[in-house]
């Protein structure tokens, strides 16, 4: 390969920093400035010039996707597989460690990942259990403090006992959480870190493989590391791994969540020798874009100093739209993707960002309105969903009996008359013999410790569980997913549920036996899949690896992923990517900079650094939206522009007059609620089918099923489904493409 062709397209100080011969280097430099670049471009320097092995190299990125982003960015570069690269998120990786160490980290070989649903049921159940009121001491505050611990890398023994009642008691559940959790092989987001770091302490040799195995860290959004990660990054750097951060100390904005900014603070001194990058080139946005970016950040007070420039176009102002309620800004917003679309453009060039992710409701019902497709990055996660963590709950049961978590979801979900009672039951038995819930189950028949009905029912659940476990080791995984729902009764179940709901529900179950299909044809890649180790892993099956991926890979890469859709997150998740056309809607205080955070400095500092995110992630065209009033949680509230609209320079804002809409403050003041109800989305079922040789009423023929009748279609496409009633196996849905269904 032709060096020169790494370093193309670099300018002086993105060279440097690619090329970089220090030991150490902290690239630090603002948004837009070619940081990611770099980082990958430094990636392909090391493999190609510097002959450095896939397998020396770690790279740490800030999501699943952004993983997924660089290893096909590096493919392209060096125009082979970059396989062996460990490219992921700190959990990925680390998981992955915990997963082939798990003897040496004194965990079970199929531990489970909790969720942050599930930690919180469980804190609530030891809670109750230990008869510690959840009104004095909230169960969420709780979980917070849990995790704020395991963040700072301390352990329930390691937290200083305290006279006062509150922190004691927020200790002792500490304590009582962790415990049940090693016994039941449960492992919780913030301990997989935890855990991973105390595998390296303990087991020093493991270390030393380690060690001697890496040669090159990279760490991407540096600024976003907490202390454990940081921890984790400096033990297993030892004295001789390289290592580069890049960052942006004005684009912190998860100090909530315990990252630490002081960690760029500390970087040279804990790395001797680091060498200091500074990048002053924005590639990215229009110079008006840039400017108004600045201008709001130079509020901010202690930064640590960095200029940013651009050599591109001035570019058009900033545009900035007073709407009157919400409904009215987002068929602003619905209008706007229109224009751009017909203009030519594609939508998945345009994002919506937005402060809360409660505001997207509404977004979500204009664009549905509209026609418009959208696509939510991030925020409403597939895998977060009730229907697909119940299937979850059935598939971790065929997978282990012991998984208290998943028995306690599904015991009585369909519901099939196992009582709070009867569960309170097993639940006091399994805690008194020190057992799981399926082998309190178990006991408390023998013992005959059920009411006559109650043991009937639960007889029936354990018998289900086993008939659903005979042959899964012939069947592929997406066979499993498909009969276990069916058999559990979870597809009847949310047929009965009525209108869309119900049937977004059934689609996503659907999606999910897609989404298993996928990953039985290896699209469905995990961080990182290909190891030179892989012997720890041999004796798992596809439904494990399948598990643990649904838990860690939550809501990236969604369905539809190839339509061309209107892209809607948060703020936060909007970290590291860039859009043509931006629009950031809601900016009204209290709502951006949000309420909470708005009474201390910090808060309302990191409150701007998350603007500074914002307005940065548009390369073209900035459009800003506020309305004057907004339904939030059902009040109606009057707000005030937010200041960092103010913060913006007025010479680079034009406010956008439509030219309809007539007095439009005189119906927001005197009108209000009535005006504008939104109309019904209009959800047009299809009554034909298209390219299948059957029809409505028809009868047809299914491998499996046998013979049905079919009842009707829905979808289009490779999304159209058929319902189908079967003679024997009774209604349901397939996807048409799938169920090869023959006409008869
Ligand atoms: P952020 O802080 O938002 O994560 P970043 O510093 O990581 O931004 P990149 O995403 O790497 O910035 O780069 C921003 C854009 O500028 C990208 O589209 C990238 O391809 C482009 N870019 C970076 N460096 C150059 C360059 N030297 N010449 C042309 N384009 C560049
Ligand atoms: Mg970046």
């Given at each position: 390969?032709?060096i020169?062709?790494?370093l193309?397209n670099?300018?002086?100080?993105q060279?440097?920093?690619v090329?970089?011969?220090s030991k150490?280097?902290l690239?630090?430099?603002?948004?837009?400035?070619?940081k990611?670049?770099?980082?990958v471009?430094?990636?392909?320097?090391?493999?190609?010039?510097e002959?450095?092995?896939?397998f020396?190299?770690?790279?740490?990125?800030f999501?699943?996707?952004?993983?997924?982003?660089?290893?096909?960015?590096?493919?392209e570069?060096?125009?082979v597989?970059?396989?062996?690269?460990?490219?992921?998120?700190?959990?990925?990786?680390?998981?992955?460690?915990?997963?082939?160490?798990w003897?040496?980290?004194?965990?079970?070989?199929h531990?489970?990942?909790l969720?942050s649903?599930?930690?919180?049921?469980?804190i609530?159940?030891?809670?109750?259990?230990?008869?510690?009121?959840?009104?004095?001491?909230p169960?969420?505050?709780?979980?917070w403090?849990?995790?704020?611990?395991?963040?700072?890398?301390?352990?329930a023994?390691?937290v200083?006992?305290?006279?006062?009642?509150f922190?004691?008691?927020?200790?002792t559940?500490?304590?009582?959480?962790e415990?049940?959790?090693?016994?039941?092989?449960?492992?919780?987001?913030?301990?997989i870190?935890?855990?991973s770091?105390?595998?390296?302490?303990?087991?020093?040799?493991?270390?030393?493989?380690?060690?001697?195995?890496?040669?090159h860290?990279?760490?991407?959004e540096?600024?976003?590391?907490n202390?454990?990660?940081?921890?984790?990054i400096r033990?297993l750097?030892?004295q001789?791994?390289?290592?580069?951060?890049?960052?942006?100390?004005?684009?912190?904005?998860y100090?909530?969540r315990?990252a630490?900014?002081?960690?760029?603070?500390?970087?040279?001194?804990?790395?001797p020798?680091?060498?200091?990058?500074?990048?002053?080139?924005?590639?990215?946005?229009?110079?008006?874009?840039?400017?108004a970016?600045?201008?709001?950040?130079?509020?901010?007070?202690g930064?640590?100093?960095?200029?940013?420039m651009?050599?591109?176009?001035?570019?058009?102002p900033?545009?900035?739209?007073?709407?009157?309620?919400?409904?009215?800004?987002?068929?602003?917003?619905?209008d706007?993707v229109?224009?751009?679309s017909?203009?030519?453009?594609l939508?998945?060039?345009?994002?919506v960002?937005?402060?809360?992710?409660?505001?997207?409701?509404?977004?979500?019902?204009?664009?549905?309105?509209s026609?418009i497709?959208y696509r939510?990055?991030?925020?409403?996660?597939?895998?977060?969903?009730?229907e697909i963590?119940?299937?979850?709950?059935?598939?971790?049961?065929?997978?282990?009996?012991?998984?208290?978590?998943a028995?306690?979801?599904v015991?009585?979900?369909?519901?099939?008359?196992?009582?709070?009672?009867?569960?309170e039951?097993?639940?006091?038995?399994?805690?008194?013999?020190?057992?799981s819930?399926?082998?309190?189950?178990?006991?408390?028949?023998?013992l005959?410790?059920?009411p006559?009905?109650?043991?009937?029912?639960?007889?029936?659940?354990?018998?289900?569980?086993?008939?659903?476990?005979v042959?899964?080791?012939?069947?592929?995984l997406?066979?499993i997913?498909?009969?276990?729902?069916?058999?559990?009764g979870l597809?009847?179940h949310h047929?009965?549920?009525?209108?869309?709901?119900g049937q977004?529900r059934?689609?996503?179950?659907?999606e999910?036996?897609n989404?298993a299909?996928?990953?039985?044809?290896?699209?469905?890649?995990?961080?990182?899949?290909?190891d030179?180790?892989?012997?720890?892993?041999?004796?798992?099956t596809?439904?494990?690896?399948?598990?643990?991926?649904?838990?860690?890979d939550?809501g990236e890469?969604?369905?539809d992923?190839?339509?061309?859709?209107?892209?809607?997150?948060?703020?936060?998740?909007?970290?590291?990517?860039?859009?043509?056309?931006?629009?950031?809607a809601g900016?009204?205080e209290?709502?951006?900079?949000?309420?909470?955070s708005?009474?201390?400095a910090?808060?309302?500092?990191?409150?701007?650094r998350?603007?500074?995110?914002?307005?940065?992630?548009?390369m073209?065209?900035?459009?800003?939206t506020h309305?004057?009033?907004?339904?939030l949680?059902?009040?109606?509230?009057?707000?005030?522009?937010?200041?960092?609209?103010r913060?913006?320079?007025d010479?680079?804002?034009?406010?956008?007059?439509?030219?309809?809409?007539?007095?439009r403050?005189l119906?927001a003041k005197h009108?209000?609620?009535?005006?504008?109800?939104?109309?019904?989305?209009?959800?047009?079922?299809q009554?034909?089918?298209?390219?299948?040789p059957?029809d409505l009423?028809?009868?047809?023929?299914?491998?499996m099923?046998?013979?049905?009748?079919?009842l009707?279609?829905?979808?289009?496409?490779?999304?159209?489904?058929v319902?189908?009633?079967f003679?024997?196996?009774?209604?349901?849905?397939?996807?048409?493409?799938?169920?090869?269904?023959e006409?008869i």
């Amino acid at each position: 390969m032709d060096i020169s062709l790494l370093l193309d397209n670099l300018n002086d100080g993105q060279r440097n920093a690619v090329a970089a011969s220090s030991k150490h280097q902290l690239v630090l430099a603002g948004a837009g400035s070619g940081k990611t670049r770099v980082l990958v471009q430094r990636i392909a320097w090391l493999l190609n010039v510097e002959n450095v092995s896939p397998f020396a190299v770690m790279a740490v990125t800030f999501t699943n996707k952004a993983a997924k982003e660089m290893r096909a960015r590096l493919e392209e570069v060096l125009n082979v597989p970059a396989n062996g690269l460990w490219v992921g998120t700190f959990h990925g990786l680390a998981h992955r460690l915990l997963k082939q160490h798990w003897r040496e980290a004194r965990l079970p070989q199929h531990f489970q990942i909790l969720d942050s649903d599930d930690q919180l049921r469980l804190i609530k159940r030891l809670m109750k259990a230990h008869n510690i009121d959840d009104s004095r001491y909230p169960p969420k505050q709780i979980q917070w403090f849990i995790n704020g611990q395991k963040d700072e890398g301390r352990r329930a023994a390691h937290v200083i006992p305290s006279a006062d009642p509150f922190q004691e008691t927020l200790r002792t559940v500490y304590a009582l959480y962790e415990e049940n959790c090693q016994q039941n092989g449960l492992v919780d987001f913030g301990e997989i870190l935890l855990r991973s770091h105390e595998l390296w302490l303990e087991n020093p040799d493991l270390l030393q493989h380690y060690q001697q195995r890496f040669r090159h860290i990279l760490v991407d959004e540096f600024q976003d590391t907490n202390n454990i990660q940081y921890a984790w990054i400096r033990i297993l750097a030892g004295q001789n791994i390289s290592v580069m951060a890049v960052g942006d100390d004005d684009q912190s904005i998860y100090g909530w969540r315990g990252a630490n900014i002081d960690n760029i603070r500390n970087f040279q001194h804990d790395f001797p020798g680091a060498e200091l990058i500074k990048l002053e080139q924005n590639y990215r946005s229009t110079a008006n874009i840039l400017a108004a970016a600045n201008a709001v950040i130079e509020n901010n007070q202690g930064r640590l100093g960095k200029n940013l420039m651009t050599q591109g176009e001035e570019g058009e102002p900033i545009s900035l739209y007073s709407a009157f309620n919400e409904q009215d800004e987002a068929r602003y917003i619905a209008d706007l993707v229109d224009e751009w679309s017909r203009g030519g453009r594609l939508r998945a060039e345009m994002a919506v960002l937005y402060r809360s992710n409660a505001q997207s409701r509404t977004l979500e019902e204009a664009f549905l309105r509209s026609g418009i497709p959208y696509r939510i990055y991030g925020g409403q996660r597939f895998y977060e969903r009730l229907e697909i963590k119940n299937a979850l709950s059935y598939l971790r049961l065929l997978l282990n009996r012991q998984d208290d978590a998943a028995m306690e979801r599904v015991i009585n979900v369909p519901a099939r008359a196992i009582g709070e009672k009867t569960v309170e039951i097993l639940r006091s038995h399994a805690r008194e013999q020190g057992c799981s819930l399926w082998q309190s189950a178990h006991e408390a028949l023998s013992l005959g410790l059920l009411p006559k009905r109650a043991g009937t029912a639960v007889q029936g659940f354990i018998d289900l569980i086993d008939e659903m476990s005979v042959g899964i080791h012939e069947l592929k995984l997406h066979e499993i997913v498909d009969n276990s729902i069916t058999q559990s009764g979870l597809i009847e179940h949310h047929k009965k549920e009525k209108g869309e709901k119900g049937q977004a529900r059934l689609d996503n179950l659907e999606e999910l036996i897609n989404a298993a299909r996928q990953f039985e044809s290896g699209d469905y890649l995990p961080a990182d899949e290909v190891d030179d180790e892989t012997e720890e892993n041999s004796g798992q099956t596809d439904l494990a690896i399948f598990l643990d991926n649904a838990a860690l890979d939550a809501g990236e890469g969604q369905a539809d992923e190839y339509e061309d859709a209107v892209q809607l997150m948060t703020l936060h998740s909007a970290k590291g990517l860039e859009f043509p056309q931006v629009v950031l809607a809601g900016l009204e205080e209290g709502l951006f900079p949000h309420k909470m955070s708005m009474d201390e400095a910090e808060g309302l500092e990191e409150e701007r650094r998350l603007a500074y995110v914002g307005i940065t992630r548009a390369m073209e065209k900035l459009i800003i939206t506020h309305a004057e009033s907004r339904r939030l949680h059902g009040q109606e509230n009057f707000s005030t522009p937010s200041r960092f609209i103010r913060e913006i320079p007025d010479e680079l804002i034009q406010e956008v007059r439509l030219k309809n809409t007539v007095s439009r403050p005189l119906m927001a003041k005197h009108n209000r609620g009535g005006y504008d109800t939104p109309a019904q989305p209009d959800f047009v079922k299809q009554e034909q089918s298209a390219g299948v040789p059957y029809d409505l009423g028809n009868r047809v023929y299914h491998e499996m099923f046998g013979e049905g009748t079919v009842l009707q279609f829905e979808g289009q496409g490779p999304g159209l489904r058929v319902q189908v009633f079967f003679d024997d196996a009774g209604q349901k849905w397939l996807v048409a493409n799938f169920a090869k269904l023959e006409k008869i």
